[in-house]
């Protein structure tokens, strides 16, 4: 009765208020103004008189429960609301006359509750067989890790453990193995022991501008034709640019190449004799020589190991074997020659472009025949099922 008297009271004083307003005849924006005030206050006045009535039917029709001896305090704890429960000792025979006495729940409403067993050690209890497989196999892998043993050039200063073995072990499984570069690669169609040595070297030349981004199998078949044609320095500087291209068609960028043989002929002839620049700098500026390539004339043509020519292959490798950590052929070059001893530098472009080629390929490498798969850090990664149901490694796109 109290509340009821206050809100009519307060709701006679803003009917006054209203008419105050209206016989003083306000502005347009005052008399907006009173309105939303009148309005908030009815809404306001509305609220706390639908509250009063709910809260007067709860207490009507439940009993008011005397206050627990323990309630759950509240603690704040970085903002947020966090729940101290208290610890309370209830008798066993009490709780069980409480569960006695609640009605037993409908099956429809009932809900699954999670059981906690507590684990114990029991000597009459035989463990599961599944249990001792899976035992097993965690040991092995442990041991397996455990017994890595490395030579003294696997833990030399700066460079990355294991490499030494992991090299031995891949150098092993390329003798067993006839990939394309050992049939169709630059070494083999410099043709050393047929031609001049002037001559060889210009092939060699040529076999590797042409195998930039090219198959060698397609390499091999673009040089045989250019050698049926006559492939010498005065012979290519006859032969126009587009029967050029057609003889060393389908090679990548058939055309470019076309163009950058023709004018790095013109500079051997004119500065070298007929010849191949014997130094690296010399080479880096015939047209359609990069570094990679440099490096590999040098170590063919001349027997000179002035660096590491890294392709796709051995950029893909090194960072699968995490080795380097790089985008570029020409960082991973960088990066291989601040560790890799320079004996080493001679042997591992062919060596990793034919493991490339066999075993570690750039897609669906054959991680279940590599040598190293239980030391490189990509293996059996990225799996999923093909169509019949057999592993099937993703591409990767870093590679």
Known sequence: NELVCVVSSKLDRLIR??????????????????????????????AIMKRTVRMNRR??????SPPTEN?????????????????????????????????????????AKRKHVEITEDDNIKPDPADQTVAIKTEVKQELVDVKKFDDLDQLP?????????????????????????MYGAEILSDKEK?????????????????????????????????????????????????????????????????????????????????????????MELPGVGPKMAHLVMLIAWDKATGIGVDTH????????GWVKTDLPEKTRVALEKWLPEEYWVSINKLYVGFGQAICLPVNPKCDECSVNDLCPSAFKETTRGKGGEPKLKRRKTM
């Open 195 to 283: 031609l001049e040595p002037k001559v060889s070297r210009y092939h060699t030349l040529l076999a590797l501008m042409l195998s930039s981004q090219t198959r060698d199998e397609i390499t091999h078949k673009a040089m045989m034709q250019l050698k049926e044609h006559g492939l010498t320095v005065e012979n290519i500087l006859k032969t126009p640019e587009a029967d050029l291209a057609k003889l060393i068609y389908p090679v990548g960028f058939y055309n470019n190449k076309a163009k950058n043989i023709l004018k790095a002929s013109q500079i051997l002839k004119d500065k070298y004799d007929c010849d191949i620049p014997t130094t690296l700098e010399g080479l």
């Open 314 to 321: 051995v950029h893909r490798i090194s960072n699968r074997l």
């Open 59 to 64: 207490s009507a029709t439940e009993p008011i």
């Open 158 to 182: 700066g460079t990355p453990l294991g490499w030494h073995t992991v090299y031995r072990r891949i150098e092993e499984q390329r003798k067993g193995i006839r990939a394309a570069v050992d």
């Open 71 to 111: 309630p759950p305090a509240k603690k704040r704890t970085n903002n947020r609301n966090v729940v101290v429960k208290q610890e309370v000792e209830v008798k066993t025979e009490e709780v069980v006359e409480g569960l006695q006495e609640q009605p037993p729940a409908s099956p429809r409403h009932k809900k």
């Open 17 to 46: 208020l209203g008419s105050a307003f209206v016989r003083r005849a306000p502005s347009a924006r005052s008399s907006r103004i009173a309105a939303i005030k009148l309005h908030k206050s009815e809404y306001a006045t509305t």
